[in-house]
């Protein structure tokens, strides 16, 4: 299994704000995903990030609304930006461990937008 | 087509039941297929992973794939309380991508 830490756990925020969510690995790895889950759904795919480069968007999720970073193998954050009541979702931090072709999530982090 | 479906439920059995849990996937070039665990308010947790036609068993939990009929099923055996959950079916796909299902909502009445 992979160790993946998320921080923060849980925030509550204001409308029009923004917040970082930074995931941890306890390995290097070469993609990280950041899922959203809203409340009574299922998780939704935002982006792919990929070391070196730019992180790739899924359809209905652009960059300047979620920026990622991923400064090394074992580190990424997303940004949530401008905030709305709608954005109020557990985000997930989620990486593959190839040798078993397996993908493992985060703690995540529980974000209420008033 | 949804790429992975599953009957939301919810679902109940008693305590001591099995549970039964099945989801279909679309992509007949698939390789890979996950159940997940999800309690309320936590990630999901990986239970279950399975490559092969046939049956893999770990513990309580049996894991069954169909590629011909392109289903995938779970069963807890002697059903808990503690196993009261969200189940979701995942899929990686022949392109590497991985789609999960709405999951299956699981009660297990003590």
Redesign the interface.
């Known amino acids: 299994?992979a160790v993946i830490s998320q921080k923060p756990s849980r925030d509550i925020c204001q409308r029009g704000t923004s917040l970082t969510i930074q995931c941890q690995v306890d390995s290097q790895v070469t993609m990280m995903f950041w899922y959203r889950q809203q409340p009574g759904?299922?998780?939704t795919?935002i982006a792919t990030a990929n070391q070196g480069s730019e992180a790739t968007y899924e359809s209905g999720f652009v960059i300047d609304k979620f920026p990622i970073s991923r400064p090394n193998l074992t580190f990424s954050t997303l940004t949530v930006s401008n905030m709305s009541p709608e954005d109020s979702s557990?985000y997930?931090c989620s990486v593959d461990r190839q040798e078993?072709?397996?993908?493992?999530?985060?703690?995540?982090t529980?974000l209420t937008v008033l | 087509q949804k790429e992975v479906e599953q009957n939301s439920g919810p679902l109940s059995v008693p305590e001591g039941a099995i549970a039964s849990l099945n989801c279909t996937y679309s992509d007949r070039g698939s390789?890979?297929f996950?159940w997940y665990r999800q309690y309320s308010?936590?990630?999901?947790?990986?239970i279950m992973?399975i490559y092969s036609n046939g049956d893999k068993e770990d513990g309580r939990f049996t894991a069954q794939l169909n590629k011909a009929s392109q289903y995938v099923s779970l069963l807890i055996r002697d059903s808990q309380p503690s196993d009261s959950a969200t189940y979701?079916c995942?899929v990686?796909s022949a392109g590497n991508q991985?789609y999960?299902?709405?999951?299956t909502s699981l009660t297990v009445i003590p």
């Open positions: 299994s759904q299922s998780l795919l557990i997930l078993t072709d397996t993908r493992y999530f985060g703690p995540g529980r | 390789q890979s996950f308010g936590k990630s999901p947790e990986l992973s979701l995942a990686n991985f999960f299902g709405t999951g």
